[in-house]
């Protein structure tokens, strides 16, 4: 087994006063050559965004785009003609393949949102761009993976144009969960939401992430009510 661990506080960070973000990865004005991508997972933002503020319409491709709001709405608008507000419990999920314009916007007059914005390399470039959106029910989850994201719409989750699965769970003090990778050319990224976890004697807090590779499956332990987002992505892969 091979792991790589980013805690919270090394993230790179930036406050634009309508926009408070965390890069995971490198991106935009933060560059560390140590923290390009974790084989194909690109781009792990933790982003807060002011009431009545957001992104305005920019353009994207050949990139799939996982947003994963965690408080509050978020608005979408996008040049396919979808235009949708997702909150807690929804999973939106974009192909940008051969170009999308599209909007992220909070509607709220007074309360922040707080997303997780992902992006993944394709599997095949230049697809026909395409949209989807599905709610996920919080007790599904409890002390289990609720899978969401995956390359065939497994268990009625979104799909996504590459080998690569999205799973949550929300573990009691002291459950136990074990995490099966689907493929030898696997590493599966874990990113404590909340509470804390620990893998053998590694300790995971809030907002810790933990990369594991090279092995068939990996068992997490709550030493408190933790939340769990876990992305099984590709090592190996064409750009």
Do not use: C
Not at 105 to 125: A, C, G, H, T, Y
Request: glycine share 8%.
């Amino acid at each position: 087994m091979k792991t790589l661990i980013h805690r919270a506080e090394s993230r790179g960070h930036a406050d634009h006063g309508w926009l408070n973000t965390h890069h995971t990865f490198s991106f935009a004005n933060y560059f560390d050559p140590e923290r390009t991508h974790f084989g194909a997972l690109r781009v792990l933002n933790d982003d807060i965004v002011a009431p009545g503020m957001g992104f305005g319409t920019h353009p994207h491709n050949n990139m799939e785009i996982v947003s994963i709001p965690l408080k509050g709405s978020l608005e979408h608008k996008d040049s396919m003609g979808n235009g949708s507000v997702i909150r807690s419990g929804d999973i939106q999920q974009m192909s940008a393949g051969t170009g999308v314009q599209h909007s992220e916007f909070n509607p709220s007059p007074d309360q922040e949102v707080n997303f997780l914005q992902i992006w993944i390399f394709p599997k095949e470039k230049n697809i026909s761009p395409r949209y989807g959106q599905l709610t996920f029910s919080e007790e599904d989850r409890k002390n289990a993976w609720q899978l969401v994201v995956s390359p065939d719409r497994e268990n009625g989750s979104l799909s996504i144009n590459q080998d690569a699965w999205f799973s949550l769970t929300d573990l009691d003090e002291g459950a136990e969960i074990e995490y099966d990778l689907h493929s030898s050319n696997s590493g599966v990224y874990l990113f404590v939401l909340e509470g804390e976890v620990s893998l053998q004697d590694t300790v995971l807090k809030r907002r810790d992430g933990m990369g594991v590779w090279d092995t068939s499956k990996v068992t997490l332990r709550a030493s408190e009510p933790a939340s769990i987002l876990a992305i099984e992505v590709p090592m190996k892969f064409d750009i």
